[in-house]
């Protein structure tokens, strides 16, 4: 597994990660769509790995080639 997401693609898939994890935990409780939220961990584990599947399968690359 190689890495295939830059550091700005990998800072604000934590971001993003973060404020659905927390959109799941603190939102409103009659909200039925909450469970979306919970979509926030994938984003922060491709980004603490830095491999994204969906960009092998698109051949997309967001990090500097060495």
Same mark, same amino acid.
């Given at each position: 597994?190689?890495?295939?997401? &830059?550091?700005?693609?990998?800072?604000?898939? %934590?971001?993003? &990660?973060?404020?659905?994890?927390?959109?799941? %935990?603190?939102?409103?409780a009659d909200i039925t769509w909450k469970w979306i939220g919970w979509i926030g961990v994938v984003a922060i584990g491709t980004a603490a790995v830095g491999w994204c599947p969906a960009y092998t399968l698109l051949g997309i690359k967001t990090c500097k080639s060495a």
């Open positions: 597994m190689t890495t295939n997401m &830059g550091s700005t693609d990998r800072i604000l898939r %934590v971001i993003a &990660g973060i404020a659905l994890v927390l959109f799941a %935990v603190l939102g409103p």
